[in-house]
Protein backbone atom coordinates (compact mmCIF):
# COMPACT_ATOMS: atom_id res chain seq x y z
CA UNK A 1 0.00 0.00 0.00
CA UNK A 2 3.02 2.47 0.64
CA UNK A 3 4.86 0.68 -2.21
CA UNK A 4 8.28 0.65 -3.57
CA UNK A 5 9.30 -2.30 -1.16
CA UNK A 6 11.42 -5.29 -1.51
CA UNK A 7 10.13 -5.65 -5.30
CA UNK A 8 10.30 -2.14 -6.25
CA UNK A 9 6.52 -1.56 -7.46
CA UNK A 10 4.29 1.42 -6.51
CA UNK A 11 1.54 1.83 -4.58
CA UNK A 12 -1.81 -0.46 -5.26
CA UNK A 13 0.29 -3.38 -6.58
CA UNK A 14 -0.70 -6.97 -5.62
CA UNK A 15 1.48 -9.57 -6.37
CA UNK A 16 1.23 -13.09 -7.76
CA UNK A 17 -0.68 -14.27 -4.86
CA UNK A 18 -3.32 -12.16 -5.90
CA UNK A 19 -2.65 -12.50 -9.57
CA UNK A 20 -3.19 -16.42 -9.61
CA UNK A 21 -6.48 -15.67 -7.31
CA UNK A 22 -7.97 -13.57 -10.38
CA UNK A 23 -7.56 -15.88 -12.94
CA UNK A 24 -9.08 -18.44 -10.64
CA UNK A 25 -12.61 -16.32 -10.31
CA UNK A 26 -11.94 -15.38 -14.10
CA UNK A 27 -12.21 -18.64 -14.76
CA UNK A 28 -15.23 -19.67 -12.12
CA UNK A 29 -17.11 -16.93 -13.73
CA UNK A 30 -16.08 -16.68 -17.46
CA UNK A 31 -16.88 -20.69 -17.33
CA UNK A 32 -19.70 -20.55 -14.66
CA UNK A 33 -18.06 -23.85 -13.25
CA UNK A 34 -14.69 -25.26 -12.30
CA UNK A 35 -13.01 -26.03 -15.38
CA UNK A 36 -9.17 -27.43 -14.43
CA UNK A 37 -7.72 -27.19 -17.95
CA UNK A 38 -9.37 -23.44 -18.41
CA UNK A 39 -7.72 -22.21 -15.15
CA UNK A 40 -4.51 -23.89 -16.37
CA UNK A 41 -4.81 -21.85 -19.55
CA UNK A 42 -5.33 -19.13 -17.56
CA UNK A 43 -1.78 -19.25 -15.25
CA UNK A 44 -0.05 -20.09 -18.57
CA UNK A 45 -1.49 -16.64 -19.77
CA UNK A 46 0.25 -15.42 -16.65
CA UNK A 47 3.04 -16.22 -16.67
CA UNK A 48 3.35 -15.54 -20.87
CA UNK A 49 1.27 -12.68 -20.93
CA UNK A 50 1.28 -11.26 -17.70
CA UNK A 51 -2.39 -11.69 -17.87
CA UNK A 52 -4.38 -10.52 -14.21
CA UNK A 53 -1.50 -8.67 -13.18
CA UNK A 54 -1.25 -5.03 -11.75
CA UNK A 55 1.18 -3.36 -14.32
CA UNK A 56 1.07 -5.99 -17.47
CA UNK A 57 4.22 -7.96 -16.20
CA UNK A 58 5.23 -10.70 -13.68
CA UNK A 59 7.30 -9.20 -10.78
CA UNK A 60 7.57 -12.85 -8.67
CA UNK A 61 6.77 -16.42 -8.73
CA UNK A 62 7.26 -18.99 -6.32
CA UNK A 63 9.52 -22.33 -7.69
CA UNK A 64 7.17 -24.83 -7.17
CA UNK A 65 4.51 -22.98 -9.44
CA UNK A 66 6.95 -22.25 -11.99
CA UNK A 67 7.89 -25.59 -12.40
CA UNK A 68 3.98 -26.77 -12.64
CA UNK A 69 4.20 -23.94 -15.09
CA UNK A 70 6.54 -25.23 -17.27
CA UNK A 71 5.36 -28.93 -17.20
CA UNK A 72 1.72 -27.45 -18.26
CA UNK A 73 3.44 -25.50 -21.10
CA UNK A 74 5.02 -29.14 -22.33
CA UNK A 75 1.69 -31.01 -22.16
CA UNK A 76 1.22 -32.63 -18.70
CA UNK A 77 -2.07 -32.64 -17.60
CA UNK A 78 -3.11 -30.13 -14.94
CA UNK A 79 -4.34 -32.68 -11.92
CA UNK A 80 -0.37 -34.00 -12.54
CA UNK A 81 1.10 -30.35 -13.22
CA UNK A 82 1.98 -30.25 -9.43
CA UNK A 83 5.13 -31.37 -7.73
CA UNK A 84 3.82 -34.38 -4.85
CA UNK A 85 7.40 -34.93 -3.06
CA UNK A 86 7.26 -32.79 0.76
CA UNK A 87 9.55 -30.38 -0.56
CA UNK A 88 7.05 -28.46 -2.26
CA UNK A 89 4.74 -27.65 0.36
CA UNK A 90 5.05 -23.89 -0.29
CA UNK A 91 2.09 -22.16 0.00
CA UNK A 92 1.30 -20.79 -3.96
CA UNK A 93 -1.85 -22.80 -3.84
CA UNK A 94 -3.38 -21.73 -0.61
CA UNK A 95 -3.07 -18.14 -1.71
CA UNK A 96 -4.88 -18.53 -4.78
CA UNK A 97 -7.81 -20.89 -3.43
CA UNK A 98 -10.13 -18.45 -2.13
CA UNK A 99 -12.42 -18.16 -5.03
CA UNK A 100 -12.32 -22.31 -5.17
CA UNK A 101 -13.90 -22.18 -1.76
CA UNK A 102 -16.88 -19.03 -2.37
CA UNK A 103 -17.95 -20.84 -5.66
CA UNK A 104 -18.87 -24.17 -3.52
CA UNK A 105 -19.65 -22.60 -0.30
CA UNK A 106 -23.12 -23.99 -0.70
CA UNK A 107 -21.87 -27.54 -1.85
CA UNK A 108 -21.41 -30.86 1.01
CA UNK A 109 -18.34 -30.83 2.88
CA UNK A 110 -17.02 -33.61 0.70
CA UNK A 111 -17.62 -31.62 -2.24
CA UNK A 112 -15.61 -28.91 -1.03
CA UNK A 113 -12.78 -31.11 -0.42
CA UNK A 114 -12.34 -32.73 -3.70
CA UNK A 115 -12.58 -29.20 -5.95
CA UNK A 116 -10.27 -27.89 -3.10
CA UNK A 117 -7.56 -30.67 -3.74
CA UNK A 118 -8.03 -30.56 -7.41
CA UNK A 119 -7.15 -26.60 -7.13
CA UNK A 120 -4.39 -27.11 -5.46
CA UNK A 121 -2.82 -30.26 -7.82
CA UNK A 122 -2.11 -27.45 -10.36
CA UNK A 123 0.83 -26.55 -8.57
CA UNK A 124 0.96 -28.45 -5.08
CA UNK A 125 -0.51 -31.84 -5.22
CA UNK A 126 1.43 -33.23 -1.84
CA UNK A 127 -1.65 -33.91 -0.03
CA UNK A 128 -0.33 -32.01 2.82
CA UNK A 129 -0.86 -28.64 0.79
CA UNK A 130 -3.94 -30.44 -0.68
CA UNK A 131 -5.42 -30.47 2.59
CA UNK A 132 -4.53 -26.84 3.80
CA UNK A 133 -6.28 -25.68 0.76
CA UNK A 134 -9.07 -28.01 2.07
CA UNK A 135 -9.50 -26.87 5.55
CA UNK A 136 -9.00 -23.70 4.36
CA UNK A 137 -11.95 -23.70 2.01
CA UNK A 138 -14.41 -25.68 4.71
CA UNK A 139 -13.76 -22.20 7.21
CA UNK A 140 -14.48 -19.90 4.58
CA UNK A 141 -17.79 -21.98 3.92
CA UNK A 142 -18.62 -22.08 7.39
CA UNK A 143 -17.67 -18.29 7.86
CA UNK A 144 -20.07 -17.10 4.66
CA UNK A 145 -22.87 -19.08 6.64
CA UNK A 146 -22.42 -15.97 9.02
CA UNK A 147 -20.87 -18.48 11.82
CA UNK A 148 -18.07 -16.42 14.34
CA UNK A 149 -14.99 -16.89 13.71
CA UNK A 150 -14.60 -19.52 16.26
CA UNK A 151 -17.86 -21.85 15.85
CA UNK A 152 -16.84 -21.65 11.87
CA UNK A 153 -13.18 -22.95 12.85
CA UNK A 154 -14.55 -26.28 14.68
CA UNK A 155 -16.47 -26.68 12.11
CA UNK A 156 -14.36 -26.73 9.59
CA UNK A 157 -11.58 -28.56 12.05
CA UNK A 158 -14.56 -31.42 12.97
CA UNK A 159 -15.51 -31.87 8.98
CA UNK A 160 -11.63 -32.21 7.92
CA UNK A 161 -10.37 -34.60 10.38
CA UNK A 162 -13.79 -36.96 9.56
CA UNK A 163 -12.57 -36.79 6.18
CA UNK A 164 -9.25 -37.18 6.41
CA UNK A 165 -9.56 -39.96 8.68
CA UNK A 166 -7.94 -42.61 6.16
CA UNK A 167 -4.65 -43.11 3.94
CA UNK A 168 -2.52 -41.71 2.55
CA UNK A 169 -3.81 -38.56 4.30
CA UNK A 170 -4.38 -39.85 8.16
CA UNK A 171 -0.39 -39.69 8.31
CA UNK A 172 -0.42 -35.85 7.10
CA UNK A 173 -2.39 -35.15 10.26
CA UNK A 174 0.81 -34.67 12.34
CA UNK A 175 1.24 -31.60 10.99
CA UNK A 176 -1.90 -30.36 11.45
CA UNK A 177 -1.79 -31.11 15.31
CA UNK A 178 -1.62 -27.85 16.93
CA UNK A 179 -4.93 -26.98 14.09
CA UNK A 180 -6.68 -29.77 15.50
CA UNK A 181 -6.45 -29.38 18.78
CA UNK A 182 -8.96 -26.35 19.46
CA UNK A 183 -5.75 -24.20 21.11
CA UNK A 184 -4.58 -22.43 18.17
CA UNK A 185 -6.40 -18.81 19.66
CA UNK A 186 -4.47 -19.48 22.92
CA UNK A 187 -0.81 -18.60 21.33
CA UNK A 188 1.00 -16.09 21.49
CA UNK A 189 2.57 -13.85 18.71
CA UNK A 190 5.97 -15.13 19.57
CA UNK A 191 4.41 -18.93 18.93
CA UNK A 192 3.32 -17.75 15.08
CA UNK A 193 5.59 -18.46 12.28
CA UNK A 194 4.86 -16.73 8.81
CA UNK A 195 7.02 -18.74 6.43
CA UNK A 196 6.59 -19.49 2.90
CA UNK A 197 5.80 -23.06 4.25
CA UNK A 198 2.10 -24.12 3.53
CA UNK A 199 1.39 -24.70 7.43
CA UNK A 200 3.03 -21.78 8.58
CA UNK A 201 0.63 -19.68 6.14
CA UNK A 202 -2.31 -21.36 7.26
CA UNK A 203 -2.10 -21.32 10.81
CA UNK A 204 -0.56 -17.89 10.79
CA UNK A 205 -3.21 -16.72 8.86
CA UNK A 206 -6.40 -18.79 10.88
CA UNK A 207 -4.82 -17.31 14.27
CA UNK A 208 -4.85 -14.00 13.00
CA UNK A 209 -8.73 -14.38 12.30
CA UNK A 210 -9.41 -15.98 15.75
CA UNK A 211 -7.66 -13.33 17.81
CA UNK A 212 -8.79 -10.19 15.51
CA UNK A 213 -12.24 -8.09 15.99
CA UNK A 214 -12.24 -6.96 12.42
CA UNK A 215 -10.93 -7.04 8.82
CA UNK A 216 -8.33 -4.55 9.52
CA UNK A 217 -7.00 -5.70 12.64
CA UNK A 218 -7.02 -9.26 11.35
CA UNK A 219 -4.90 -8.28 7.86
CA UNK A 220 -2.69 -5.68 9.71
CA UNK A 221 -1.64 -8.49 12.28
CA UNK A 222 -1.29 -10.89 9.41
CA UNK A 223 1.09 -8.70 7.49
CA UNK A 224 3.50 -7.28 10.70
CA UNK A 225 4.14 -10.94 11.59
CA UNK A 226 7.08 -10.80 9.19
CA UNK A 227 8.03 -13.11 6.98
CA UNK A 228 5.76 -13.89 3.55
CA UNK A 229 4.16 -11.28 4.47
CA UNK A 230 2.16 -10.94 0.92
CA UNK A 231 0.70 -14.47 1.29
CA UNK A 232 -0.27 -14.38 5.12
CA UNK A 233 -2.04 -11.30 4.01
CA UNK A 234 -3.38 -12.50 1.39
CA UNK A 235 -4.83 -15.55 2.90
CA UNK A 236 -5.85 -14.15 6.39
CA UNK A 237 -7.81 -11.03 4.51
CA UNK A 238 -9.81 -13.72 2.38
CA UNK A 239 -11.09 -14.92 5.68
CA UNK A 240 -11.71 -11.64 7.53
CA UNK A 241 -13.21 -10.82 4.08
CA UNK A 242 -15.87 -13.73 4.05
CA UNK A 243 -16.80 -12.84 7.70
CA UNK A 244 -16.85 -8.90 8.18
CA UNK A 245 -17.69 -8.48 4.39
CA UNK A 246 -16.58 -6.15 1.56
CA UNK A 247 -18.00 -3.19 3.34
CA UNK A 248 -15.25 -3.95 6.19
CA UNK A 249 -12.08 -3.32 4.17
CA UNK A 250 -11.41 0.33 4.54
CA UNK A 251 -12.15 3.16 1.98
CA UNK A 252 -8.21 4.12 1.74
CA UNK A 253 -7.06 0.57 1.23
CA UNK A 254 -9.21 -0.01 -1.96
CA UNK A 255 -8.63 3.31 -3.53
CA UNK A 256 -5.11 3.14 -4.20
CA UNK A 257 -5.58 -0.31 -5.80
CA UNK A 258 -4.12 -0.40 -9.32
CA UNK A 259 -6.52 -1.31 -11.76
CA UNK A 260 -9.82 -1.01 -9.20
CA UNK A 261 -12.16 -0.96 -11.45
CA UNK A 262 -10.83 -3.82 -13.36
CA UNK A 263 -11.00 -5.81 -10.25
CA UNK A 264 -14.54 -4.35 -9.58
CA UNK A 265 -15.93 -5.46 -12.82
CA UNK A 266 -14.34 -8.95 -12.76
CA UNK A 267 -16.21 -9.79 -9.54
CA UNK A 268 -19.22 -8.25 -10.08
CA UNK A 269 -19.31 -11.03 -13.48
CA UNK A 270 -17.95 -13.73 -10.48
CA UNK A 271 -20.93 -12.67 -7.86
CA UNK A 272 -23.69 -12.77 -10.85
CA UNK A 273 -22.37 -16.44 -11.63
CA UNK A 274 -21.61 -17.48 -7.93
CA UNK A 275 -24.16 -20.18 -6.89
CA UNK A 276 -23.97 -18.47 -3.25
CA UNK A 277 -26.32 -16.06 -4.79
CA UNK A 278 -29.17 -18.40 -7.04
Given at each position: ??????H?????????D??????????????????????A????R???D????????????G???????????????P?????A???????????????V???????????????????????????????????????????????????????????????????????????????????????????????????????????????????????????????????????A????GA??????????????????A???S???????Q?????
Amino acid sequence: MRGFGTHGQPPGTWSDDSSLLLCTVDSLATCRQFDVNDLADRFLRWGRDGYCTPHGQIFDIGIATSDALADLKNGVSPEEAGRADEYSNGNGSLMRILPVALWFSKAKPGEVIVFAQCASSLTHRHPRSQMACALYCLLVRALVQGMPPGKAWSQAVDAFSAHYDRPPYVAERLHFRLIESGKLAEQTEQDIDSSGYVMHTLTAAVWCLLTSQSFEETVLKAVNLGGDTDTTGCVAGGLAGAYYGLASIPSDWKSVLARHADIESMFARFFEQLPIAS
